[in-house]
T-cell receptor, first 112, second 114 residues
Framework: DQQVKQNSPSLSVQEGRISILNCDYT??????FLWYKKYPAEGPTFLIS?????DKNEDGRFTVFLNKSAKHLSLHIVPSQPGDSAVYFC???????????FGTGTSLTVIP | DTGVSQDPRHKITKRGQNVTFRCDPI?????LYWYRQTLGQGPEFLTY????????KSRLLSDRFSAERPKGSFSTLEIQRTEQGDSAMYLC????????????FGNGTRLTVT
């Protein structure tokens, strides 16, 4: 059962515009959410996280929004740059366990 | 902070052979995780250590898989009698013990079973 879902396998955005990546989850016990970026032949790199007591967290060009009632989070990248082209995974951790659950990823292409 | 290190980066083996992978976590991290990733999928949890204790194992981890973390430092993941379905990227990650501590991944070991 896929507890973390990324329904868009790919996204293309023009350089300088906003990229919005979406993620949905089913487990109401999740209380910590993360976004990772992955280049080919490398491991995932941690980008930004948010705990369930917040609804927004910002770090430079990256902002994560959490809507607990909808069980939905999103990652906004503004402005998008060609170097942002990668696969982005969202992940979640339950307050009752230690395991992290990952989505299937969204491949972002930023067009110069 | 030298990051999480995994060795080897690539391993090609014949079906039925045993393979062992090594992971060196970030030195101050006492939590260590193994994940597996196949094409088009996100990382799937295999097992988790806190210091030297293996606290959680996925149902994905058949009895052909064994992981150890002696002395709570580096970890090894062994796959016995490899099968073609074991072909995947094996990722190691580490984190601090504190609440809401993110995972930091290594670059993985890509296993190909022929």
């Amino acid at each position: 059962d896929q507890q973390v879902k990324q329904n868009s396998p790919s996204l293309s955005v023009q350089e300088g515009r906003i990229s919005i990546l979406n993620c949905d989850y089913t487990n109401s016990m999740f209380d910590y959410f993360l976004w990772y970026k992955k280049y080919p032949a490398e491991g995932p790199t941690f980008l930004i996280s948010i705990s369930s007591i917040k609804d927004k967290n910002e770090d430079g060009r990256f902002t994560v929004f959490l809507n607990k009632s909808a069980k939905h989070l999103s990652l906004h990248i503004v402005p998008s740059q060609p170097g942002d082209s990668a696969v982005y995974f969202c992940a979640a951790q339950s307050n009752t366990g230690n395991q992290f659950y990952f989505g299937t990823g969204t491949s972002l292409t930023v067009i110069p | 902070d030298t990051g999480v290190s995994q060795d080897p980066r690539h391993k090609i083996t014949k079906r039925g052979q045993n393979v062992t992978f090594r992971c060196d976590p970030i030195s101050e991290h006492n939590r260590l995780y193994w994940y597996r990733q196949t094409l088009g999928q996100g990382p799937e949890f295999l097992t988790y250590f806190q210091n030297e204790a293996q606290l959680e194992k996925s149902r994905l981890l058949s009895d052909r898989f064994s992981a150890e973390r002696p002395k709570g430092s580096f970890s090894t993941l062994e796959i016995q009698r490899t099968e073609q379905g074991d072909s995947a990227m094996y990722l190691c990650a580490s984190s601090l013990r504190t609440v809401n501590s993110p995972l930091h991944f290594g670059n993985g070991t890509r296993l190909t079973v022929t």
